[in-house]
Nanobody
Framework: QLQLVESGGGLVQPGGSLRLSCAASGGTFEHYDFGWFRQAPGNQRELVAGITVGGSTTYADSVKGRFTISRDNAKNTVYLQMNSLKPEDTAVYYC?????????WGQGTQVTVSA
C-alpha cells in the first residue's frame, strides 16, 4: 500500500517561499497522478495543485502563478514550490493521489504565513 510523508512546512513571512516534499513508498510511484491539498481551520480540504503521470499540471485559481508542482520519479517524490506566500495560504498541506484515497492521507505539514 502506498505511504506518503509530507515535509518542508514552517513559519514564513508574507512574500516568502517554501518548498514542500512528499515522499512515497510502498507503491509504483510513476503509475499515479498526485495532488497537493490543504486544509485551513474551519475550512474543507481543497485541492491546491495536481500533476499527472505524464507531467501535466493543474492549479487552483488562488495559487496560479505562485505555486509550482513537480515530481521526480527517480526519487519517488512530489514537490510543491510555493512563492509569494500570503497569510491566506496558512493551512496544513497534504499530498495524495488523484483521486485521493482515504488510506493514503498522511499527517500533513503545517504552513504558517505570518509577519
Amino acid at each position: 500500500q502506498l505511504q506518503l510523508v509530507e515535509s518542508g512546512g514552517g513559519l514564513v513571512q508574507p512574500g516568502g517561499s517554501l518548498r514542500l516534499s512528499c515522499a512515497a513508498s510502498g507503491g509504483t510511484f510513476e503509475h499515479y497522478d498526485f495532488g497537493w491539498f490543504r486544509q485551513a481551520p474551519g475550512n474543507q480540504r481543497e485541492l491546491v495543485a495536481g500533476i499527472t503521470v505524464g507531467g501535466s499540471t493543474t492549479y487552483a485559481d488562488s495559487v496560479k502563478g505562485r505555486f509550482t508542482i513537480s515530481r521526480d520519479n527517480a526519487k519517488n517524490t512530489v514537490y510543491l514550490q510555493m512563492n509569494s506566500l500570503k497569510p491566506e495560504d496558512t493551512a496544513v498541506y497534504y499530498c495524495n493521489t488523484r483521486p485521493p484515497f482515504t488510506a493514503y492521507w498522511g499527517q500533513g505539514t503545517q504552513v504558517t504565513v505570518s509577519a
